[in-house]
């Protein structure tokens, strides 16, 4: 049976599979589980805790398999990563659609998901792992480094210079916490209790030093933060056992977050687990453990809790910790606020979110070419350059190389056209795709984390992401797909993704104009509908048709 081996997406400009919008699927579900990119390739876990890209190792053959011969009006079918049908389009037609994790309301819990992934029917899909178009730690990283901005602005006279954030969590996405505060100026304290995953973060210039100790750790953040020194410095520990000891100890902690696993309690160590027994405890007791898990939740949300009250700024980002410490009965739980409403949401009524693109070729000079075209098509947008600018010196890629930029409604259009012309012209040594997170504007319903507090109380409405993801398939994207429980957890979430491939045709391009205007366009729409003015304001000055508001 085929099992574990490294595996790496193609370079170049030579194609295996039957067209560029196969390739493109073929070389990005490769490229999710490039050992550069994936948190653990062999048991095809891209990243959050067990977000795969295919079911097993047989699925993943059969789909490199069917991508290579799949023809330009053939769909192919993916259900929670397996392939489970090939069928006639047409050329318009996504090449391939996916559904992962789904299950009908009353069934959506872990309990249920895990008996029906041993048997082998499911997996987790997270966002952009079973959706094949994960970028690594970078995907996250812009994100990141435009909410601690925001914290900065919020708080701080817009820089974190000055000021210590104690954060848990460096693993794939949670490991761009430690950068994104120093690029913003600021001395970081980060948590796990995996070594791997300080090393990691280490090796790939994310973290800045390891200390043997909580009191050495929080010694030489704290000088950085007195000498307004931009540092970041990880230690091994269990989060709940180290953010409670900070806060009796009185640390100078000015910022609080977490980005531990917390949305899946099997991931989350309890304390009094040794790290090394984590694995072996919660498959033979997931019931125990995650009783232990949820307990231990509630003891770090509530040292959280207590910075809040000590007037630190403290958010959860997006990981459920404070539901998982409620289920614990801790009942100040929701005391802090999420992300979403805390920062991110105006800029989800402008139509931005977490635009993303690829390049084919594997030739790191194809994304500085797109990166000096983003720069030269937003000459204004200067908080874009700066990241830009930031990200080209700083950011190491990991397997293809990519880059991540928020993008607004008629922005996002714009850069894929003219990406797609430069193909076109030569320019680029072969085609992009051009993706974004399931964590976007108008593609989700997540009432704990993107969809938290909606002015009108629309917060679990999931008609939203199921109507991004049938607009992206009725306007061209190249594969659309449609996750549940992503990001927070089974029960939590309903999201959708696209990703569309600018392979130079005049095809591609009018697949792109479409695409790229109507997807942002959900998150208009969807702001306008709970009653945004800043959304209102957008759709009216930009055309975005909204028959309600029409007289
Ligand atoms: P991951 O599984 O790659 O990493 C989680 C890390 O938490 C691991 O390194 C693990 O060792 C560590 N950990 C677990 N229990 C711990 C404990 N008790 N103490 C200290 N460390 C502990 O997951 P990830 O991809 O980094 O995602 C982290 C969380 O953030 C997930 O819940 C995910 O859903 C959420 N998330 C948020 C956003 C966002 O935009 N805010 C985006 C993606 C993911």
Redesign the pocket.
Known sequence: MAGPRPVRAPRGSALSARGWPQEAALRMLKNNLDPEVA?HPDELVV???TGRAARDWRSFDAMVATLRTLGPDETMLVQSGRPVGVMTTHEWAPRVLIANSNLVGDWATWEEFRRLERLGLTMYGQ?TAGSWIYIGTQG?LQ?TYETFAAVAAKRFGGSLAGTLTLT????????AQPLAVTMNGGAALC????PR?LERRIAHGYLDERADSLDEALARAARARDERRALSVGVV????EAVPRLLASGAPVDIVTD?????DPL???PVGVPFEDMADYAASDPEGFTLRARE?MARHVEAMVGFKDAGAEVFD????IRGEAQLAGYDRAFDFPG?VPAYIRPLFCEGKGPFRWAALSGDPADIAATDRAVLDLFPDNEPLARWIRLAGERVRFQGLPARICWLGYGERERAGERFNGMVARGELAAPVVIGRDH?DCGSVASPYRETEGMRDGSDAIADWPLLNAMVNVASGASWVSLHHGG??GMGRSIHAGQVTVADGTVLAGEKIRRVLTNDPGMGVIRHVDAGYEEAEAVAEARGVRVPMRER
């Open positions: 948190e990243y959050g805790g966002m996250i994100g848990a969590g460096l693993g794939g996405m949670g490991g948590v796990d209790c995996d995953a520990a269990n989060a709940a980005q531990t696993s917390a949305h991931a989350y160590l231990s980002y997006g990981n459920s992300f964590l990001g927070v």
